[in-house]
């Protein structure tokens, strides 16, 4: 159980795709379709990855990560794996590993999720860039560094919740409009048109939200 979680985000479930699980969030179109996929894509899909990330997170912020990845009951997260050693060594023994078995569909009773939270993170004692481009490179494993995994960036100071779930796009949710107003505004190019409507209905209004849950809105 995680109670900020529970407390902040009342049965989320933290899985892809975070935009659809959530009412409050942003979707951004991080790989650009009029780009070939190429070195100049990759770059460019890095470039507004972090720019929004950064956007998100501020040197005095609270953070934690959550990483993930399928198990057929046997594969583990190692404490060699990728996603540890962009993370301060003095960090890492605050991990907590867990098996979950309530997101996505599982067909056999041996398979899971491997989880580890990592939490009381700063943004000095992460490597996020470096994660960052792995997680675009996640379909493209001829590219270095590339990543098996979900990464999901929480703001515990602003309640945020980030995550880029490959090349084509990064989920920014929130459990109160008034923390993402800004991004919406700053980076609203990049939103993705699509749900853009969607997004317009949220986050156009004036209205400033008083600060309750949520998820528990209508």
């Known amino acids: ?36 996929v190429n070195d100049e894509y990759f770059n460019a899909a890095h470039e507004r990855a972090v720019s929004i990330f950064e956007a998100v997170f501020s040197q005095k912020d609270e953070i934690e990560i959550i990483y993930q990845q399928y198990s057929d009951g046997r594969k583990k997260i190692r404490k060699s794996s990728f996603v ?5 060594s003095t960090k890492i023994g605050l991990a907590h590993y867990s ?34 481009l792995s997680l675009i490179h996640t379909d493209f494993g001829c590219r270095s560094p590339s990543i098996s995994g979900e990464c999901f960036f929480i703001n515990k100071s602003k309640n945020i919740i980030v995550n880029l779930y490959d090349d084509r796009g990064m989920d ?4 109160s409009k008034n923390e993402l107003i800004s ?16 997004m317009n209905l949220v986050f156009s209004s004036s209205t400033i939200e008083t600060p309750i849950v949520a998820g528990l809105k209508k």
């Open 183 to 198: 991004l919406y505004k700053s980076h609203n190019d990049w939103l993705l048109n699509y749900v853009r409507n969607k």
């Open 99 to 132: 098996d979950v078995r309530n997101i996505y569909e599982l067909d056999y009773k041996s398979e899971c999720w491997k989880r580890v939270n990592i939490p009381n993170l700063s943004l000095n004692s992460i490597d996020y860039k470096n994660i960052l």
């Open 172 to 175: 920014v949710i929130s459990a």
């Open 1 to 36: 159980m995680n109670s900020y979680l529970d407390e902040h985000f009342p049965k989320l479930k933290i899985e892809k795709p975070l935009f659809y699980n959530w009412t409050i969030g942003l979707r951004f179109e991080i790989g650009q379709d009029e780009l070939e």
């Open 84 to 88: 540890f050693k962009q993370i301060e």
